[in-house]
């Protein structure tokens, strides 16, 4: 331990004053990352683990950053199969999501949280996924539910039902076109909802920014929005709520 | 009557050919408000009255406006009370539909059609009582409800279902925010549902333009929208529709 | 039927009163789809077939869709020749219509209804034709005219005059450009005219937003606009109106 | 109780088994309300308390409101001196919160909840009062920091410290001009971060939209956004959260 | 004259060569609106007024300008009857048009142009006015026609026959709303239409941008535009056609 | 000829007045294409070959278009050396404009008018050569300057004093990026400037909206604007000019 | 200085080694803004003074920030005469510089720094003046020429010419409409060009986007720019380039 | 030297004076080249070599181009493998800098300046390597620190105390997403900061507009920014300052 260290030599005479406060001085820059604000258990129980953007890397430069990763679980989004092979070929115990286009490296923990899915379409469900994933690698159980859009409303009552019922801490709505299932759903809701709008639509507003207006704009007190497309963030959000609220508040 | 004139004259040798010829081409210009494309009696049909847009006139000038007016009905939008006092001054049967902001001159006919508004808020009752009043002078009965946006999500059902049970021949659902009551509706309703998005809301997308695009972009089939505040345009279009539904084809 | 047999088991002792409500309520959710809201009937007048968007799916996922559906008619709108190939290996009666890009499942129903259809440029007319094979299979016949753009004005006069002597129930305008063709037609007519902006153009307001805007900024009442390139929605919306108006309003 | 009328009236023969289906079938409708989805305990759960958006509204038509309220804790946004001068005299124990621009009718319950609110600049703080106030109302206790923006970058250190310190279940940033605060307190942080954007800025991109664009595209996981000035929006988002996190799930 | 001075000193021998040179090339700067890419002839044949930009400027400040403007004629544009009077008490002869907005200072040359100038609103009147003021403060006549947009199609082509008959060197169109004039008059002419966007509409696209999309948008060839209310850019522009048009090209 | 035999029936007995007028007014709209609005004459002045936008199109459509078309002279713009091959299959003396990327079918006019082309860069030269052929299509000849933009800003001095010593009637200034060029050219010249905006650029209003906006906003009067790389408009529209200005009024 | 008072401390036996390490662990925090990151010096030597932004803050409000200000140099920005006459008031020795409608509190420095600052429009002046004052406040002379934009093309080349023979280190370009001065004055110089978009315009694009564009999108190498009207920026941007040429080096 | 032989000739009359003054007229155009504005020596100080934009260009049109280049240096940024191919047939000492993507010929200037660069993530890289590149080919060395953005906050600290120690005269930030490493240099540092946006990012805002947005409207004040991905802007204006700095002000 620096500090300490800096202590000692000054206490016996081999530091002057000044080169102590020097030394301490550019100890802070140094152990700028022991700072409280950063302090490891803090962080860890962030419970983030290292995320990948695999979307314009080759699959040779992912895989290297892969290996790289110092992290126990590693998430490589927006992977292609391709990325997915050269992944696999170094480190085998990789995984791939199809549906979420992740590879998943190392274990999942038990779940302690519990949150909710719901997509509209079925061009919604690969940031469901994305969400469905990050969530469960920081131990948040996720009760999915997909193409459940608001065109053929009955639907989504049923799922949403049961949701409530197993007592989700957070629901994620990903939705694109004009994003309504977001608002009926907090309507219908006592839990905080996270709008995840997604680039599906065409036309004027079709790449998702109907969506992530609808869920600014929502009537519905209790939704807050991530960007377009962004599962990863909708679910490491949610994941942060539900383990705040399962665990108890003497570890937090 | 011109056409008939020629001839004569040309029958009677007044005219020669190249001259008559000449004067009847001249008549196209001159008589093409006679054509059959813009023939009176269809005209009439369409039905709809003469409408002023007041906001930008002075009380004066639409006053002047108003006397000049050849139509039975005229219907002033988005008048001032210091607007319909002007008129009134000179037109003493004309009345003010605080309300619609609309000055209104002339009697309506007896309604013949049937049409629903819903208004998801309170300050998107002025637009709905404007297409209320344009719908009612072209002879178009509306049932109303207003205040029933999706927030408070069972508050519209009762009143949707009684316009279906009424069998109303279209729906206008004037809404801003994110304007998701238009898509809800129609995944309730068989009947053409008519988006009027309103310039309510606040921060990015809260002019109505979110509204608009969610009307657009909706999932659900049945739905075509009119621009942000236009009352005018949804209540002449709903009109038109309940209009053509109610009337023997033989008469259109 | 559900609620009949909690009656019987009610009346028979073999459930309590509260039992019985509790049953019902239970009911409420499960059978919310047989709701007066919903109801079957009310739903099929509705009349429009099951639509899949084919763009972004793979042939063979659009195939599996196909089979899965239990309506009489499917459309597969955006469709290339693959998804019609993999659609056509599984479904031989399924048909191809190119202009559209649709793929057809199921006979169509005898046309009662009758609207027309005008597209400004060649490059208009599978939107118009995406439009006129919705109606089509919802049992509304259309009058076509395509390329009738006004930039030769004159072009579209005499189509417009016979659909007017035709007595269509609503005119679809297909245009990109500046979509300046909806306000004339709409202006020459006492038909509703439904906007359908294309992404036809270049530069600046080239993707259609330019005739978006266009129609919904038109001098002339009687417009309503569906989002850019709906083909679909405008073709359901057009068809509703004209059942409505030729069915008698007791069916309806 | 309705359903039990009917069974009753059923079993005793005074309702046919279809005449008593008819009845329970409106009674859907009818009832929809106490459906569990809308069930009076979950809803009251979520706690929110009445809020009127004063903008807009003439001062007596917003004392009306508040008059005929029906809840305990009414919330009157956005209001004017006039405005709180008109529900003064005919509610006297309402009360001006100048900052928030808030009026304020009812007692607040005991803070169960704990959030953090930073501003980043003076003319945050009003946003960031609303949210404080909406908070309070739902039994939520805030620690605040107001004027801490990273321009003066040590500025919000201690604050931040402090309120990681106290162990809060989330944090609130209500920041304008290029809203770079959220990121920077999100990577310092294990709680989740609510983007609160505020109109403050000029020239390109000064309504805010530049803070809400930098919340919704931040590099640090753990943010989600409510709309530009959504201050009670924000508010009852973080509360939902904190009351979730702090009252014993059997009670959720 | 300073060229042929500093010639005749060198001659003399009252300058060195050297500092001929030097006399010469600063001359470069201090003469370069003499350079033949500025001379005063072709720049007067231009013949664009000295037009000052009334709006957001004091009276007292505007009156001062326009008393120190060397040129004949001087129009100030966007001025209110206060900027009117202020200029009126030190220049008696200054007049004021109205409808224009525009203060006039000068005698205008005997016109030897003409153009056509469409107005499609009552609204559109004052930018239209603009232009036939600029027009004929350099020399060339306007015939006008305003309030003849195409919703009451047949309106516009009397004016517009007259307008071609009369052998008219441009047409100026000034449309707000779709602005759909523009591409209808270019269809029907042999002449360049220039499209001058004006502020009148609601709603999105309701400031001028939707008609300025249509006129650079239009499917008619022979179209250009100036930007939304620049009626002085318009009628400079026209009038510039017609006086190349009329005058011998030997003079140009 | 359609109406002296009305007339001549009408004479001889074998109409009735009444039969004979209706025989006429069907002949308006028969007949509109030969009203003189529309009447050959005028229409051939205006001189536009007949133009077809290649993109878009299959070779094979595009050659099948090319055979078709009746005009004189016919350009295919935006086309590939495929649209070429295919085209010139079938119309052997069709010429391909690499640089303009243009299929030319037709012997253009001896050139009667003069117009000038700057363009700013390299990638501009396309737009500007589009706006070359066609004007030669027309009969105008065009005096050329290419890669002159404003950061070399001497460059573009010497060809400019060129053209306007040979008296062109307009300059066409195509430019992307800030397309300051445009303004500059305009504040050095006494004849009409029309913007080509071009989509060359980069980053923020790189798809040449900013060069769009620029010649729309310039300080200097004398300008109009086409849309972004609508070198077809620009080209036609100086052309228009020009050929006007080059003949004897009475011709026109 | 605290840290070499622990040190002391904790020689002398009244600290432990942990609770030393504990004290400069909070120093960390406490003193992070005696970094060397921040330190003071350093601060200074970049010399710009307190500036308040005045727009929407009250006169009595703004006098009070004034009086509380701890800096010797207080500039209030978007002052009016109102801000200027409350905070005379107060502070007697305060101007107000009514061009830049800024007060000034202070002395200012001796000039040791030299820069250029160019106006295009005479609206543009206010934005000039504030940069001017703010490089003034942190010791740098400003040459200016207001006026001078490129409409009237050759009034800024003597200005110009001027400021490099003087050898200034950076010139602000301040520009409203198409913002064309700054590529041209780059396009003449060897000195780094900031600038200064102003939202002086109309119609489309003229809030100062267009220039602001224009600058970003500049052909010419050497341009950077802050936000539309942020003379302020502009000024101290420009005054530190001048600081560090002309300072000694070891003095930075 | 064109002047003085002139002055020769008309000083032995050789040349009248009329012929004379043409001809020192004519020198005008001819050499304003020579123009002190434009001096190669001044230019030449500004050092910013001949850059050409590959993108877009065949890789044998680039080659001929970098062949008829006059400059000792010539750069060819967003270059491909295939073009440097072409280019090093031709010039066989051409270098290729693959992290920039830019192709360089000739050897760079001893470095004389200084300046630091900060990419925020590895996709930021190629945009910092172009300024870096840039700025070697001007004679300035760059510091650079890449992948430290502020989701990481601690890591930027470390390489921006050095940049500062080692007394750099500008530091260029080249970050995506929501850009808000700028403010954050900025407000730690007293040199100017250079924002350079690049467009990384996903979803709403995600091509660079919000980082671009940000620095525009940082509440730091020090910043300026150039367009999105402008590496070479960015590069050549803080190269100017450094040169600028760091050369005897008598040498500028």
């Known amino acids: 331990m620096n500090v300490k260290k800096v202590l ?34 803090r962080f860890n129980r962030k419970g983030i683990p290292e995320i990948v953007f695999g979307e314009g890397k080759s699959p040779v430069k992912t895989a290297e950053i ?40 190392g ?10 899915i719901l997509a509209a379409g079925t061009s919604d469900i690969q940031y469901a996924e994305e969400a ?10 996720s009760i999915t539910s997909y193409d459940v859009g608001i065109a053929a409303f009955h639907r989504f009552l049923d799922p949403l039902k049961n949701m409530l019922d197993e007592n989700v801490d957070a629901i994620i709505v990903a939705a694109g076109m004009e ?27 079709g790449e998702g920014e109907t969506a992530l207006r ?21 679910g490491a959000f949610a994941a942060m709520i539900s383990l705040r609220c399962r665990r108890p508040h003497d570890e937090l």
């Open 8 to 41: 000692e030599e000054y206490k016996e005479g081999n530091l002057s004053a000044d080169e102590a406060e020097k030394q301490l001085r550019l100890d802070y820059i140094q152990t700028i990352e022991n700072h409280t604000l950063f302090d490891k258990s």
């Open 66 to 105: 892969a290996c790289r990763a110092e992290s126990d679980i590693v998430l490589i989004s927006r992977a292609s199969p391709e990325h997915y092979s050269a992944v696999h070929d170094r480190i085998p115990e990789a995984r791939y999501a199809e549906d979420a286009k992740m590879i998943i490296i």
């Open 107 to 116: 274990e999942f923990p038990e779940p302690t949280g519990l949150i909710g």
């Open 132 to 141: 469905r994933i990050v969530a469960a690698a920081m131990g948040v159980r």
């Open 179 to 205: 994003g309504a299932l977001a608002s009926v759903v907090s309507s219908f809701s006592n839990v905080p909802v996270i709008g995840l709008p997604t680039a599906v639509g065409y036309g004027f507003g």
């Open 214 to 234: 609808s869920m600014l704009q929502s009537c519905s007190l209790g939704i807050a929005a991530v960007n377009i497309g962004n599962g990863v963030g909708a």
